[in-house]
């Protein structure tokens, strides 16, 4: 089928980049003289036809902003046999012959049903700040979320070697590590505690004792969302009946998710925008664009989700060896 109008829409969490990747697809599309249409929200947008058509000027000026302005929604009504339904019929309402689904695993999950449903081309965006997909090296917003929450780690580091104290600062990532093993990396911290790895409680407070007894003052550990010991509270708590210290801790919550993207996420939103659009209109179809060692590479829906990305065990060996 020759695909003459694209639908775009951005679902799950949001994630600096996302506008960038809107408006490479819109722009890239018109260029080829593809008609695009915004979906709000969404796979809700498909579900309760809230759809925009768009031109040059609908991506104008944004895409420095973080966030999306389609809106994004995690839509537990598209999981179910009626809501693909009528997601089905805003598609024939509006003439959409094929999608770009910008998001995480779950996205890709969504698409990769409605796909094989109902025999529609759909090709995935990873726009995530966990990074957590199989098939691309980094998604769009992981760089931007790395940066955000170093830039905190090191306001923190500012307290925390004035004062001399322990703390423990949690970062996103739902069930990943990547932004935790990236930030202890580049933030010098002590340790860092991901979901992808045991966690010795003990060796920790071992660590922090000998750190002390050598005559380093204070510390930083990283506590990556979903660790098996638990949030950084829990582990704080746990820490200091062992090596009788006070402690803080820092969630750092959503500013990691919020603000404007970097240029490499900017760089990487805007290829793989591009790239999707292009593959769409050569026939590629249920699969996720991405970049693996500088390479465009188009990964089937289902190994998206079902394959799990692992983190690089150099990195974490590094960081143990830098803070001893
Ligand atoms: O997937 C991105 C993310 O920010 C995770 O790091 C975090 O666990 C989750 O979303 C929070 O989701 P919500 O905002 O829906 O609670």
Redesign the pocket.
């Known amino acids: 089928m020759k695909v003459k109008s694209i639908g775009v829409l951005t679902s799950?969490?949001d994630a600096p980049g996302m506008n960038a990747a809107i408006r490479a697809i819109v722009r890239t599309a018109l260029h080829h003289k593809i008609a695009v249409y915004g979906i709000k929200h969404g796979y809700n947008g498909l579900v309760h036809d809230d759809v925009i058509e768009c031109d040059r000027s609908s991506v104008a000026n944004m895409l420095q902003r973080g966030g999306t302005i389609l809106g994004t929604a995690?839509s537990a009504e598209f999981e179910t046999e009626a809501g693909m339904k009528l997601a089905r019929q805003t598609m024939n309402t509006h003439h959409i012959d094929a999608l770009i689904a910008i998001g995480?695993d779950g996205t890709m999950r969504g698409a990769h049903e409605f796909s094989k449903k109902y025999d529609i081309p759909i090709i995935g965006l990873p726009g995530?700040?966990?990074n957590d997909l199989f098939g691309t090296d980094f998604t769009i917003g992981f760089d931007t979320a790395v940066n955000s929450a170093l830039e905190a780690v090191d306001r923190i580091r500012d307290s925390a070697s004035s004062l001399e104290r322990l703390f423990f600062i949690e970062v996103?990532?739902?069930c990943a590590g990547f932004i935790g093993l990236k930030v202890a990396l580049a933030g010098g911290a002590d340790d860092v505690l991901i979901p992808e790895t045991p966690t010795d409680i003990q060796a920790l407070a071992n660590k922090i004792t000998e750190n002390r007894k050598r005559g380093k003052t204070f510390s930083i550990v990283i506590v990556s969302?979903g660790d098996e010991a638990g949030d950084a509270y829990t582990i704080a708590e746990k820490i200091k009946k062992l090596v009788r210290e006070d402690y803080r801790v820092a969630v750092l919550g959503y500013i990691q998710?919020g603000g404007a993207p970097t240029a490499n996420d900017r760089c990487l939103a805007a290829t793989l925008g591009y790239e999707a659009v292009c593959g769409l209109l050569r026939g590629k179809q249920g699969c996720m664009v991405g970049q693996i060692d500088k390479r465009i590479v188009f990964t089937p829906f289902r190994d998206t989700f079902t394959k799990k990305k692992t983190i690089d065990p150099q990195v974490y060996t590094i960081i143990k060896t830098l803070s001893e």
């Open positions: 799950g969490g995690r995480g995530t700040i966990d996103m990532g739902r969302e998710r």
